[in-house]
């Protein structure tokens, strides 16, 4: 019989309120921002968002009470049903904006790629949290790449070159933490920049247009270009304390594609303006500080690999998110975590918020 009192105390006892606070925070500020952005659009985005949120608290509950360490006992389970997803997505998946990576259910679109990013996590960190660091490392380094290789292959297909991106820092901060020789990374990493034109050679045409007009956007300004030059003006027109909540010219007028999604920073830059961007930005630091301190109270190797996985993946997605706005990285189509519109988006940043709180929990350091 359910025992609400006592799930009550193993899920709240000790429970890092800070961490959660700030994550649910930031998620409001973006339903707020959705709602602007998808005004007098079919389909009540920032309801959906609303729901969503309920949903994602309701899992990050769910990862705290089952615990970080029964998850990583099945990583590979998660693993394995991960890939299994990214192939299905490829065969029988939504296509929308000529991508292909949902899987429709019901009046649901689940996309999987999400979710591969912490089937990844777990997977690198019980393999190699499990492992002693000064012994077979070039084995370990092998198989940590495939583990992540995998995924990465299945997700550029879709295409989605952004989440395809978010893996190598996930698994090099990863390995770092871990205690790889440096000289495995720089390896990698000039091998990854000699193998820039195989790269190039595999992507679709709207990506390689994409990479062209990050260095000149008037090259194309009424195709390829266009939301760059948009997004830009979007930012720019906030100025110092924004045009006001639900005021946003570029917004309103539908100037701006994909607003309530991928370039919902740039509705937030316009109406707030430059102090309504800081102020999200410091939202976002406080986030990683918190997320931070998760490391320092555990010495669990495994908790630790967690932790560096989740932080690089959160970090990475603001950086390049908030860079293609402002014009300082190529637009990849990732969203801005915890603020654009998408379930499984939000979904997955509260199951890596519940996996920060579970290691908090459990202070093996005392």
């Given at each position: 019989m359910f025992n609400f009192a006592n799930w009550r105390e193993k899920v709240f006892r000790g429970f890092y309120w800070p961490l959660f606070y700030t994550a649910v925070i930031i998620s409001l500020v973006g339903v707020a921002a959705i709602f602007s952005a998808s005004r007098g659009l079919p389909g009540d985005y920032a309801l959906k968002q609303l729901a969503w949120l309920g949903v994602s608290i309701l899992t990050l509950m769910a990862v705290v009470r089952i615990g970080y360490r029964t998850l990583l006992g099945y990583s590979y389970a998660f693993y394995a049903i991960s890939i299994a997803l990214l192939l299905v997505v490829i065969i029988l998946g939504d296509m929308h904006l000529g991508a292909q990576r949902w899987i429709e259910i019901g009046p649901f679109a689940l996309q999987p790629s999400e979710f591969a990013k912490i089937a990844v996590?777990?997977?690198?960190?019980?393999?190699?949290?499990?492992?002693?660091?000064?012994?077979?490392?070039?084995?370990?380094?092998?198989?940590?790449?495939?583990?992540?290789?995998?995924?990465?292959?299945?997700?550029?297909?879709?295409?989605?070159?952004?989440?395809?991106?978010?893996?190598?820092?996930?698994?090099?901060?990863?390995?770092?933490?871990?205690g790889v020789r440096l000289r495995y990374l720089v390896v990698t990493s000039l091998f990854a920049l000699t193998s820039f034109p195989v790269f190039w050679a595999l992507l679709k045409g709207y990506q390689k247009r994409r990479l062209l007009v990050f260095l000149n956007p008037n090259v194309d300004p009424l195709g390829a270009g266009y939301t760059a030059i948009q997004s830009k003006i979007a930012v720019g027109a906030g100025q110092f304390f924004g045009k006001g909540f639900l005021q946003g010219t570029q917004n309103r007028l539908r100037f701006?594609?994909?607003?309530?999604?991928?370039?919902?920073?740039?509705?937030?830059?316009?109406?707030?303006?430059?102090?309504?961007?800081?102020?999200?930005?410091?939202?976002?630091?406080?986030?990683?500080?918190?997320?931070?301190?998760?490391?320092?109270?555990?010495?669990?190797?495994?908790?630790?690999?967690?932790?560096?996985?989740?932080?690089?993946?959160?970090?990475?997605?603001?950086?390049?998110?908030?860079?293609?706005?402002?014009?300082?990285?190529?637009?990849?189509?990732?969203?801005?975590?915890?603020?654009?519109?998408?379930?499984?988006?939000?979904?997955?940043?509260?199951?890596?918020?519940?996996?920060?709180i579970s290691i908090y929990k459990d202070r093996s350091i005392f």
């Open positions: 996590i777990l997977t690198l960190a019980q393999y190699l949290g499990e492992r002693a660091r000064n012994r077979y490392q070039t084995k370990r380094f092998l198989v940590a790449f495939i583990l992540v290789s995998f995924p990465m292959i299945f997700i550029l297909k879709q295409p989605d070159l952004g989440t395809t991106l978010i893996f190598i820092p996930i698994l090099f901060c990863i390995l770092f933490l871990w701006l594609p994909e607003h309530h999604t991928d370039f919902i920073f740039c509705v937030i830059a316009e109406e707030w303006g430059f102090v309504g961007s800081c102020l999200i930005l410091m939202l976002f630091a406080l986030l990683f500080i918190r997320m931070i301190r998760v490391i320092e109270r555990t010495t669990d190797t495994r908790a630790r690999l967690i932790t560096a996985g989740v932080v690089s993946m959160v970090f990475f997605q603001v950086v390049i998110n908030i860079g293609m706005t402002v014009g300082l990285m190529p637009i990849t189509g990732l969203p801005l975590p915890f603020v654009s519109y998408g379930g499984s988006s939000l979904v997955t940043m509260f199951i890596a918020v519940g996996l920060l």
